[in-house]
């Protein structure tokens, strides 16, 4: 058992503590280098500094109650008509800022169950329709507001098919959901289709732009063939986007937008017997941090329409030279049609096996996000990475080498471990294993602080109960061998 950690007696030096600060991002992977494929969405030193400074002038500010602090009303109400404007809303379209795309998702399916018990009582067990590359939030919020969501298989080109999301459509479906693009591929469903759909059913509809909201304008600005996705489709009734993606703000931020008041309104909370006055959040947080809304306007500000034009041309035409550089690999192909700066690849047949390749290139540095059904590798294209694309292209062509003259590597290292992840058959066990990581993660009762004098690293070392997890993956993997024989 490690040392109970507790509040310092006493408080300590500031330049200690920044200085410790300085240590423990050594552990973290140096996506500054372009090694990371995910997560950080950075523009420059300038535009960082910018956000850091305007986060900080309302780091003390609460946005609990609107009329309290003007300045970040002000702040909210112009980044959602900003980004309604991008998505071509209208005068009516409205919405509210949230801390993330999760926090959105949340919200609109909230907001649609709410909706659906004023307007249609006779409805106990509301549902919602959607493709499998949904983005799981949807389910995460379904299960905590006892929804059930029924998913639709997708087309060979990774993209929903309305005729199959029709056939789940039941007398208790109070929404219907798909992306625009889906996380896993990139991949544009086909919003004009659905919503077409939504209409004729009399459904809401909404749309997950929270990756594509602020990159999908620009793309098309600059000649991409991208379909219609937002609010020029009738039937779309509200879409969620990101600001703290590709809008560049800060850490979190996300804009909720519904075509008119008529879809907002269901979403307010209201207390009016609580002792400490009456309660009304608009959001799902009480307390908002003004700074991600300060940091969030001012990076719209800052950037102006030519500079997020300017980002998104350096983007995809480093997006670009990457894909064509994988087509040209005989061994990879991209999986469906990739609408931005979003590309998923795996190996024909996988062969060879495409998480052997992923570990190759771990160990090379880079940081990867595997992906299943079917295995492979996703990549989202920042500014960070367009120098290193070259880099990358040889490192993935000595990759697939390795892998081809060493077949057995699919027994070995993180390869096994994701691979089987992947193909086991029992789903439940895998459930009950990655609940079990992340029980070991916050027992504090096991864990171990960070000490000075461990030795800088670019990826973290493997989890003591990677071996452990591997080991029972291995034994799944020849059970299901030993049923298949019999």
């Known amino acids: 058992m490690s040392d109970k950690i507790t509040i310092p007696a006493q408080g300590r030096d500031k330049d200690t503590i920044l200085d410790e600060l300085s240590k423990l991002h050594l552990k973290d992977i140096p996506w500054k280098e372009g090694r990371a494929w995910s997560m950080v969405y950075y523009v420059d030193e300038d535009h960082q500094d910018l956000l850091e400074k305007a986060y900080s002038s309302f780091f003390s500010e609460n946005y609990l ?23 071509h809303g209208d005068e009516h379209v409205t919405g509210t800022m949230t801390s993330g795309g999760t926090e959105s998702i949340f919200l609109a399916v909230y907001t649609y169950r709410e909706r659906a018990q004023k307007l249609f009582p006779q409805i106990k067990a509301p549902e919602i329709v959607a493709s499998t590359t949904i983005h799981p939030a949807f389910e995460k919020a379904a299960h905590l507001l006892n929804i059930k969501v029924k998913k639709a298989a997708i087309d060979q080109n990774m993209r929903a098919q309305p005729a199959e999301l029709a056939k789940l459509i039941s007398p208790n479906t109070i929404l219907i959901a798909a992306s625009a693009p889906s996380y896993p591929h990139g991949v544009l469903d086909p919003i004009a289709e659905i919503a077409a759909l939504a209409l004729a059913k009399k459904l809401p509809f909404h749309v997950d732009c929270c990756i594509g909201g602020f990159m999908l304008p620009w793309v098309e600005k600059l000649g991409y063939p991208i379909a219609p996705f937002d609010f020029r489709v009738p039937g779309v009734t509200s879409i969620s986007a990101d600001a703290h993606k590709f809008g560049y703000g800060a850490k979190g931020a996300s804009v909720l937008l519904y075509r008119s008041m008529n879809y907002l309104k269901h979403q307010f909370y209201v207390v009016t017997d609580w002792p400490g006055g009456i309660y009304a959040s608009p959001t799902l947080l009480g307390s908002r941090p003004g700074g991600a809304i300060a940091a969030t306007w001012s990076a719209m500000q800052a950037l102006g329409q030519e500079g997020y034009l300017k980002i998104a041309r350096e983007i995809m035409q480093a997006t670009n030279e990457l894909k ?18 979003i590309i998923a690849f795996s190996t024909i047949n996988n062969q060879p096996d495409i998480f052997v390749i992923a570990d190759q290139l771990e160990q090379k540095g880079w940081m990867l996000d595997r992906q ?39 027994a070995k290292g993180n390869a096994a471990l994701y691979g089987l992840m992947a193909r086991i058959p029992f789903r439940g066990m895998v459930e009950t294993n990655v609940r079990h990581i992340f029980e070991e993660l916050y027992d504090f009762s096991k864990s171990t602080s960070i000490t000075e004098d461990e030795k800088p690293v670019s990826l973290p070392d493997p989890p003591r109960w990677m071996g452990e ?3 029972l993956l291995t034994t799944l993997a020849q059970l299901k061998s030993f049923w298949k024989k019999r």
């Open 324 to 341: 064509e550089a994988l087509e040209g690999i005989p061994e990879i192909i991209i999986l469906g049609d990739p609408a931005m700066n």
């Open 65 to 87: 109650n609107p009329f309290a602090f003007q300045s970040l009303k002000k702040m909210e109400l112009e980044v959602i008509q900003m980004t309604a404007s991008l998505l």
């Open 469 to 471: 997890l591997n080991r």
């Open 372 to 410: 299943q059904l079917p295995n492979s590798i996703h990549l989202t294209v920042m500014r960070h990475n367009i120098p290193v694309v070259n880099q990358y292209i040889a490192d993935l062509k000595a990759a697939i080498d390795f892998a081809q003259k060493n077949p057995a590597a699919v």
